[in-house]
Structures are given as structure tokens and as C-alpha cells.
């Protein structure tokens, strides 16, 4: 594998249309070291997986995001004053977006710009921003480049201020995209969708809200994320801690003080190390008594080398910057002919063999990081990712290995089996009491297979789910067959790649365009003809399990805690420059695609 970083050198500005690539795979490279190196490894990753497995064998079922009873506090809003009662709403709009994210921000400016007026986002939050506006805990950053991370860049007029944005940035980001689309006009927010069903006869969808609404929409767009929802682990007596508590995506600041001064008395716990954690570990070391960080299976942490936005480059740019930077991206690296003609010769069995092989050569050079940067070597050894790289998601950060440096910051690795036991007083492994004031969880966020969160029901009544019993069937993972009108963002069976938000773009796009073909042709209804799905259902099955990658990977909301999952539930891996083609074929000939009334 190589890692490229778009960082200029001394003297010269940045270039906007260089890929800014983490870690690329190049199978034209032979492998250097001995096979028993390798297989040595990956014997080790088998043995770590395995463990976490025996740990917890209940995959998923390990979580709960049915946040009720003593756990409803974990749910609520910290960033806005209780909902006010207001008046049930009850009226009619052409398009209704369910979430106000990303996804429902890029769908909407879209249909903006293809004349659509009536748009209303339906937000369980106090504004728009999504991920952005419930994750402000300290240290919150994007670790994909903001040139390409940050959408309708060009739109907007903005160039970020820092190669990887921060969170308040992105934040006022996703306020400026609603402000500049007018938006904010007909938004409801506070507000959770809970159910949604196609009303045959007036062509239309009937939705309502835990607020009383009783909506009406002829076309819904759910929008609210695959990861959107916090969990926690069951962890037995975690309702019976008698110190303060909270989840990362709660982070409350009237605790901490906004500066997390509030914790220079304070002993704090904080359960886990994923992506969150990884952020808000340094700052909490630097800012309380004591800290101690439970592990279950530590992340892979690379290099980050933040820079701050070259003013020459950014006031450089030409109109189209950005649209040809992400063009770049989806096209991926321009092979010559002699490369092609080599790729093409090698047997499947060494492309895989020589990306297994340089995956590991990755991870051990995530491992001499660690051994560079912690001086205690039974901390640095519990910090060492065993699992292939992309098992889990991987991190970009400079302050999260040396925070264990610090004389207050404690590792308490668990080594795969996690924590069980929560007293009164505080975290409980192998009969040993960790006590803390203050306990946070990094538990994360409930993976949403289908990409929906309420009860959708469409032809014949049939709930969504129970389509899906026999597995999920789409086409792009955005129409489901006998679901007229409705469009799904950010579910399975689309496709994904290094930034979320251009898949997302691509999505918006294309459900404007189908919405404005019904609007332009005089229909009412646009629904996928049942063959189409069933192309579309093939095709992701044809591209999954070419490998035992899945199943290879330690536990983790990648492969589902490490549950089986069948073919077609999952994403689309044909690569993202053949799913544009895909959805530009369809759009092609729409009628023969699908069903219009």
C-alpha cells in the first residue's frame, strides 16, 4: 500500500485537483517479505477475532438503542431547550425529507435548483446538520479532506479553512446550505417521524410524528442516516451508577464547562475507542484529575498533519474546482496501457494474496507507531490493532497515542471481552472498582440496515422490513419496488467510498432528476419495475463475497458484530465510478426502468 498526503511543499501552494489518498492499493507491486511473514500475521488477526467472538457471540443483539425507561436520558438533547408545545400540523407539501443531514440538505438543494418550492425537512433535532449537529463533543473533526468532505463548495462560495474541517465548522456548513436554499422556511424540527404510509387512491404519502402531525407528501425522501441513532452496551447495572453520565453524542458542557475545565477535579471514565473516543481522549487527559479508558479492541491510528487552507491556493480557484476534484476522485488512478495489460494478466488469487499482503505491511507500520510514541510498553503493546486494515474504521490522529504519555491517563484494555459490570461508584473488570465521577460512553451508533427509522408501509400495507425479511431488495439502494415515490439515502445496497457526502451528492442528484422527470412528463408516481429490482439485487450479489474478508474481520459495525449476513445485505462493491454508470444507464431510459402512473 502507499499513503499520499495533499500537504504542499515549502515554497509552493496547494494543488486542488491532487487526489488526497490515505492508503491505495497497488497490485502491481509484488510482495517484498517472506509468505510466513504474512500468513504468520494474519494466524495472529484470526486469534484476536476469534476471541472478541467467543466474548460475545450475540453480534448486535450486544447493543440496545431503544434508549427508555432509565436509559431515555442518553437520548436527550443537551444543545436546545425541551420542544415547546405547539400546534399539530396538518398539510401538504411536494417533497418531504425524514432527517436534516447531509443527505436531505443535498437532495433538497438539488430540487431546488430543478424548481421545486414545496420542501419540508422533518428533524428530531433543533436544527439542521445531523452527525454535525449531535456530535460536538471536543476534539470533533472530519478525517477525509474538507476540499472534498464539504459539499457545494463552489455553490456556496467557501473554501474550508484547514485540510480536515473541524465539527463547528462543518456545522455552520450544513446552516449556510439551508440558509442559501431557503430551507429553514417550512422545516419542522424537534420532531420524530413515526410513521409512513402510501395512501393508493389520493397518490400519496400520509405521514405522522410523535408531535400530533398528521403530514401528507407526495414524494418522502428518508434521509436520516445509517448511523444516527446512539446505542449502548447492556452493560448490567449501568442504572444504578450514582456519578454523572452521558454519550458522546449528548456531550454536555453544562457538565464539563465548554473548555472542560470543570474536570480538573474530576476523575472521568469513558467506555471505548472508536472514532469518537479517538478525538475526545487527549482533551479529556489534558483537562481532568484522571482518566481512565476502557478498551475492548483498540483502532488503528495513522498520521493526521492538519494544515491550515494555503490563502494563495484558495483565492486561485477557478469556478468548477471542486467538481472537478471529486470527478478526479470517482475516476480513480489513470493507468497506461502496459499497467492495464499487467493488472489484467495476474491471476485473481495474487491480486488478492498481494492486498492482503501489503494490508498487513500497513498495520505493522500503524504497529511501530505505537511503539514509537508510548514509552510504557504494556500500553503500547494493548494499543496495536490486530485486524486487517478497513475491519475497522480507521483513525488520523497526532494527539491520541502520545495522551498516554500523560501521567493521569490510564489503559484499562479488557483484550476483546469489554466491560460487563457498572456499581454505583463506577466500572467493574475481573472484580477490580474503578471509581470515577463521571462516566462517558463511546458506544457509538446503531447501524440502520435499510437506512429507515419508522414504520413504512406501501402497496398492499406491506411494512418495509418485512419486504426485506427474505433479504434486502432495492435498486441502487434507493428505490424498493411497490414503495411509489419513496427514495432511501445512505442504505445498503448503494455503494460507498472515501466520502460519504459525494455519494450522497450523486444520490441527491439523481432523486431530483427522477423527480423532476414526473413532474415534466405530467405523471404522478414513479416506482421500480420488479425486474429492475431483481437486475439490481443480482448485481449486488455478484460483487459481494469474493472474498472472506467479512467474516475474517474482528467484530465491529462493519460486519455486523460479526454476525452472517446474506449477500445482498450490504453494500454495493462493484466500485463507485460503476454505480454513477448504473444510475446513469437507468436514467437513460426511465420508462423502461420503471413504472410511472
Known amino acids: 500500500m502507499s499513503e499520499t498526503k495533499e500537504k504542499p511543499p515549502a515554497g509552493r501552494v496547494q494543488n486542488p485537483n491532487k487526489a488526497a489518498v490515505r492508503v491505495a492499493f497497488d497490485p502491481l507491486r509484488p510482495t517484498e517479505k517472506p ?8 494466524q495472529k488477526f484470526a486469534e484476536a ?26 437520548e436527550v438533547d443537551p444543545y436546545v431547550e425541551a420542544a415547546k408545545p405547539r400546534e399539530p400540523i396538518s398539510d401538504t407539501v411536494e417533497c418531504l425529507l425524514i432527517g436534516g443531514g447531509f443527505s436531505a440538505l443535498l437532495t433538497a438543494a438539488r430540487l431546488r435548483e430543478r424548481g421545486v418550492q414545496s420542501i419540508r425537512i422533518v428533524e428530531r ?27 457545494l463548495l463552489d455553490e456556496l462560495g467557501y473554501v474550508p479553512g484547514s485540510f480536515f474541517a473541524k465539527g463547528p465548522e462543518i456545522f455552520a456548513h450544513c446552516q449556510a446550505i439551508a440558509r442559501k436554499y431557503n430551507l429553514y422556511e ?25 408531535r400530533g402531525d398528521t403530514l401528507s407528501a407526495q414524494f418522502v425522501i428518508c434521509a436520516n442516516g445509517t448511523l444516527s441513532k446512539p446505542k449502548l452496551s447492556k452493560i448490567a447495572g449501568m442504572e444504578t451508577f450514582k456519578g454523572h453520565s452521558f454519550h458522546t453524542s449528548r456531550f454536555d458542557y453544562n457538565y464539563t464547562g465548554g473548555d472542560l475545565s470543570n474536570l480538573k477535579d474530576k476523575v472521568v471514565g469513558i467506555i471505548g475507542t472508536g472514532a469518537s473516543a479517538v478525538q475526545i481522549i487527549p482533551r479529556l487527559g489534558r483537562a481532568a484529575k484522571e482518566l481512565y479508558v476502557f478498551q475492548r479492541t483498540p483502532s488503528a491510528i495513522d498520521i ?33 496501457e502496459q499497467q492495464k495489460a499487467d493488472l489484467a494478466a495476474l491471476p485473481r488469487e495474487e491480486k488478492i494474496r498481494r492486498q492482503e499482503n501489503q494490508n498487513i505491511e500497513h498495520q505493522m507500520r500503524i504497529h511501530a507507531r505505537v511503539d514509537e510514541i508510548v514509552k510504557d510498553k504494556a500500553t503500547a503493546e494493548a494499543l496495536k490493532p ?85 433479504g434486502m431488495r432495492t435498486v441502487l439502494g434507493i428505490h424498493s419496488s411497490g414503495y411509489p415515490n419513496l427514495f432511501i439515502m445512505g442504505g445498503y445496497q448503494a455503494s460507498f467510498q472515501f466520502n460519504l457526502t459525494f455519494m450522497l451528492q450523486t444520490q441527491g442528484k439523481h432523486i431530483a432528476e427522477c423527480i423532476k422527470y ?27 463475497g469474493k ?19 446474506r449477500r445482498q445485505d450490504g453494500n454495493y462493491n462493484g466500485g463507485f465510478h460503476q454505480y454513477f454508470l448504473h444510475m446513469t444507464d437507468l436514467k437513460q431510459d426511465m420508462e423502461k426502468n420503471f413504472n410511472f402512473t
Open 547 to 565: 472474498t472472506n474478508r467479512n467474516k475474517e474481520c474482528t467484530p465491529g459495525y462493519y460486519n455486523f458484530e460479526g454476525e452472517s449476513n
Open 125 to 151: 433535532g433543533g436544527d439542521v446538520g445531523g452527525t454535525w449537529y449531535w456530535n460536538r463533543y471536543p476534539g470533533a473533526a472530519c478525517d477525509v479532506s474538507a476540499y472534498d468532505y464539504l459539499p
Open 186 to 210: 417550512l422545516a419542522v424540527f424537534q420532531t420524530t417521524v413515526t410513521s409512513t404510509a402510501w395512501d393508493a387512491k389520493a397518490k400519496l404519502w400520509r405521514i405522522t410524528t410523535d
Open 304 to 336: 493526521r498533519d492538519d494544515i491550515p487552507t494555503d490563502p494563495e491556493w484558495a483565492a486561485a480557484l477557478k469556478p468548477g474546482w471542486q467538481a472537478e476534484r471529486l470527478e478526479r476522485h470517482m475516476q480513480g488512478p489513470v493507468l497506461t
Open 35 to 42: 509468505q510466513e511473514f504474512y500468513d504468520d500475521i494474519k
Open 518 to 544: 414526473v413532474r415534466d412528463h405530467g405523471y404522478k408516481t414513479i416506482d421500480a419495475k420488479p425486474e429492475t429490482e431483481q437486475w439490481w439485487v443480482d448485481e449486488v450479489i455478484r460483487h459481494r
Open 386 to 470: 490486530w485486524y486487517m486494515h478497513r475491519c475497522k474504521r480507521p483513525c488520523y490522529d497526532d494527539e491520541y497515542l502520545p495522551a498516554f504519555n500523560l501521567p493521569n491517563v490510564h489503559l484499562v484494555d479488557t483484550n476483546g471481552k469489554g466491560i460487563t459490570e457498572i456499581n454505583e461508584n463506577g466500572v467493574v473488570f475481573e472484580g477490580k472498582t474503578y471509581p470515577v465521577d463521571v462516566l462517558i460512553y463511546a458506544t457509538g451508533f446503531e447501524v440502520q440496515v435499510t437506512g429507515i427509522y419508522n414504520d413504512i408501509r406501501g402497496e398492499n400495507g406491506l411494512e418495509l422490513n418485512e419486504k426485506y425479511a427474505e
Open 49 to 74: 477475532r476469534d476471541l472478541r467472538l467467543s466474548y460475545r457471540p450475540d453480534g448486535r443483539a450486544q447493543y440496545t438503542s431503544e434508549l427508555t425507561g432509565e436509559l431515555a436520558k442518553y
